[in-house]
């Protein structure tokens, strides 16, 4: 495999990274969401099955902020992988750090 494919696969493996990266900031702003109007609705209660679904709550948050963190942490190795190579991140020719992910997912 030349050196141009394998950037390839990395510049769609990179893509595929940031539209989780997304997701997970999506995830994380509706689990605050959700823990925000879950604790104004069950304020003052005394059941454990409240108390249990805000450690929930939190948890998923820690979860997907976990998340987040080791996708960007993929991403950095990719690009590093990329530059040691090829010479060039995955950006290069383009907005650093960026890739046209509707056009990798056209040629899926």
């Known amino acids: 495999m030349s050196v141009t494919e394998v950037v390839e696969q990395l510049r769609r493996a990179h893509a595929l990274l940031s539209e989780a990266r997304n997701a997970a900031v999506v995830a994380e702003t509706a689990i605050s969401e959700g823990r925000e109007i879950f604790d104004?609705?069950?304020?003052?209660?005394?059941?454990?099955?409240?108390?249990?679904?805000?450690?929930?709550?939190?948890?998923?948050?820690?979860?997907?902020?976990?998340?987040?963190?080791?996708?960007?942490?993929?991403?950095?190795?990719?690009?590093?992988y990329c530059i040691s190579i090829a010479g060039h991140?995955?950006?290069?020719?383009?907005?650093?750090?960026?890739?046209?992910?509707?056009?990798?997912?056209?040629?899926?």
């Not at 069950?42 to 902020?65: F, K």
């Not at 991140?89 to 899926?108: L, Q």
């Open 40 to 80: 104004q609705g069950t304020a003052g209660s005394v059941w454990p099955q409240v108390h249990e679904m805000r450690r929930l709550g939190a948890e998923a948050g820690d979860d997907v902020r976990l998340a987040h963190t080791a996708i960007v942490q993929a991403q950095d190795i990719i690009d590093g």
């Open 89 to 108: 991140g995955i950006g290069a020719g383009g907005r650093p750090g960026r890739v046209d992910v509707g056009s990798i997912a056209e040629r899926r």
